[in-house]
């Protein structure tokens, strides 16, 4: 709710001219019962039809300006939550940006996109009703029973009664809903995830016949949404029946003590049916208040939930742009790990563990080891994606610690391990690595990704449309294309995180040929689990769960390095039978 306000400060003539046109209207409002009961008293009574004339022309006059009121109320309204609501989407969205890995591990995508759009929705609804309504309901109810005391002192006590029991009944009804409509939204939070799981890995799905399965987890998940808002839904709903039956309890009690105070000649019957309008404002005016307690309830479950998010501080500081790095330009080293181990949040054992190794500049490294060795883990601490938990890596000299935000990751060109491309032509895709990429940069880049005789053939070229993460296109071909992304910067270090994997063998070495005949001062990081894609490499880093087993050359690791062994001749076991001259096999 904090920032909510905080958002709405940029918007408070709008908030504040909002509620006021919504009073006047109010005003206006419980003025019409007393011309009423002047029409009956006076016109009536007294058949003066001039005067009944005049009150009725007063009475199009008041309902005039009310409409006119309301329509002026329902305008600034609108302004000030479409666009605090606006604002505070885009601060949370910028908010999120500022995230390391770390934080959104620990988030979930699933969870930030309801933050940004089914919770700030309901923010913006619950808004633009409160600054209509919250005011007016509540100062119609306690109008109409300051108005009752003008009419008759005995008749208003009816109001005086009913009015506390009516705001305990919302009270009660208001602290029980809270909670449940925020475990409604975990709920949603839930089923989302399960959609979006399934409809995004709906080829697995149907490859392994589990249709069936995804079918019944998702019933379940939207049938356990669909329990939780009935429940809140029960209860919210008591908010109605119990209001009316209190307010006609109340009508009828009304009604008569009004006839006995007739009967004695203390009020007049014009003034009976001033009492009568008002409570049946107060029965409309609840109503709305009974909707709008249930809808506030929601939208400030969904303004925690996104406070919460904007609670969490980005757990990565950065220095000034006004101080730069201060790269040494006497070292010829690119890329220093220094005794580095890494655990993921809640990871429990660390993930890297005392790692260290040098790399100098425009040499190639292969990183190799078994599924869950720490490959990826590696090289995302180089563009510092996330921060070490101890030890120190350094680029170029320098801490990445001390590099200004996006200062080092504009000079590394980063390939991932999972293909992400966007909706949009090839080229908006490539110059994501450059923006201002010429059609020559564009093009040499996918020559050294071997997939310029793909994009060739596409109708249009660079401007060949691709889907939403290029689902048009096969997996061999998006990874190239993602590489020849990373390429398109000329970066000064580049990382291919299990790139080529989709890639046949006579591709993967066909391109890294390319990448080798690109100018020798680029740093290349191949991380893979083909032996044939880094054998290759000026110097191999062997992992092996989380801890660095071995750094050499090809031949170095084949002569003494188990673990790099076992992987090479689990690829070439005809290696394995070879044996070496004096009878023993080969190392």
Known sequence: ????????????????????????????????????????????????????????????????????????????????????????????????????????????????????????????????????????????????????????????????????????????????????????????????????????????????????????????????????????????????????????????????????????????????????????????????????????????ACAERIQNVFNIQPSMAFPSQDMPAQENPETDAAVAFDHVTFTYEQGGAPALEDISFTVKKGQTIGIIGGTGSGKSTLVNLIPRFYDATDGKVCVWGENVRDYPEGKLNARIGYVPQRVTLFKGTISDNLRWGKEKASAAEMNQALATAQVKDVVDQKTGGLNFELQQNGHNLSGGQRQRLTIARALVRDPDILIMDDSASALDFATDAALRRAIHKLHRNMTVFIVSQRTASVMDADQILVLDEGKLVGKGTHDELLAHNQIYQEIYYSQFPKDEQKEDPTGGEAA
Do not use: W
């Open 1 to 300: 709710m904090k920032k909510l306000f905080e958002y709405l400060k940029d918007y408070r003539r709008d908030a504040v001219l909002a509620p006021a046109f919504k009073l006047l209207e109010a005003f206006l409002d419980l003025l019409v019962p007393l011309v009423v009961a002047k029409i009956i008293d006076v016109g009536i009574a007294q058949n003066n039809h001039p005067y009944i004339y005049k009150m009725v022309a007063l009475m199009f006059v008041l309902a005039g300006a009310g409409l006119a009121s309301s329509i002026t109320a329902q305008f600034f309204a609108a302004r000030s939550s479409v666009g605090c609501v606006t604002d505070m989407r885009q601060g949370l969205f910028d908010h999120i940006q500022k995230f390391s890995y770390s934080e959104l591990d620990q988030i979930g995508t699933d969870t930030l996109i309801t933050r940004l759009t089914s919770d700030m929705q309901q923010v913006q609804n619950g808004l633009n009703m409160a600054l209509r309504l919250l005011l007016r309901s509540p100062i119609i109810v306690l109008g109409s029973m300051v108005m009752a005391f003008t009419i008759d002192v005995k008749c208003a006590l009816v109001f005086v009664v009913a009015i506390p029991i009516l705001s305990l009944v919302v009270f009660l009804i208001m602290r029980s809903s809270i909670p449940m409509f925020r475990k409604l939204q975990k709920k949603l939070d839930r089923l989302l995830g399960n959609t979006r799981e399934n409809l995004t890995g709906v080829r697995v799905v149907r490859a392994f016949g589990r249709e069936g399965d995804a079918v019944r987890e998702f019933d379940q998940n939207n049938d356990e949404l669909t329990r939780y808002a009935e429940r809140v839904g029960r209860l919210s709903a008591l908010l109605n029946p119990m209001t009316y039956a209190i307010v006609n309890i109340a009508t009828i009690v009304l009604i008569q003590v009004g006839a006995i105070r007739v009967n004695l000649g203390a009020i007049q019957q014009g003034q009976v049916v001033a009492l009568y309008n008002y409570m049946a404002q107060m029965i409309i005016e609840l109503i709305k208040f009974a909707q709008l307690v249930v809808l506030i309830n929601r939208s400030i």
